[in-house]
């Protein structure tokens, strides 16, 4: 767990034992949360078996999508780091053999996207 335990400085990542108390709920017996990014209303939740999507929706925020994904099932990725004058970067996931991205999603500079980028190699190439 040591890349993990070095990776929860970053201003972008919210701790374990908050995202446990909040997202417990959606882990199965043996599923153990190892880290988690907060991306202004969303939440990337790495688990010991799959990535967690938590995706807030609507002005008010009262819908919110729990997406699932098999580490296994992620074909590739790519991060795309933010530039001089662009101020976010953008990290992207095709899940088995889609053509397009599946997911999209875009970081400020307060997180870290090598580090997103590594754990979630850390995971895929295993």
């Known amino acids: 767990?040591?890349?993990?335990?070095s990776l929860l400085g970053n201003a972008g990542a919210v701790s374990q034992e908050d995202l446990v108390k909040k997202y417990g709920q959606l882990l199965t017996?043996?599923?153990e949360i190892?880290?988690?990014?907060?991306?202004?209303?969303?939440t990337f939740i790495f688990t010991n078996k799959r990535l967690i999507l938590v995706d807030v929706q609507g002005l008010t925020?009262?819908?919110t999508e729990y997406k699932s994904i098999s580490?296994?099932?992620i074909s590739r990725f790519s991060i795309e780091t933010a530039g001089t004058f662009d101020l976010e970067a953008e990290l992207k996931?095709?899940?088995s053999s889609e053509v397009q991205p599946s997911i999209v999603?875009?970081?400020n500079k307060a997180v870290n996207v090598y580090e997103v980028q590594k754990v979630l190699a850390h995971h895929v190439l295993k």
Request: hydrophobic fraction near 40%.
């Open 1 to 5: 767990m040591g890349i993990f335990s």
């Open 61 to 63: 925020g009262s819908k």
């Open 71 to 73: 580490y296994k099932s």
């Open 105 to 107: 999603k875009q970081f």
């Open 34 to 42: 190892e880290l988690g990014f907060k991306l202004v209303r969303d």
């Open 93 to 95: 996931i095709w899940v």
């Open 29 to 31: 017996d043996s599923e």
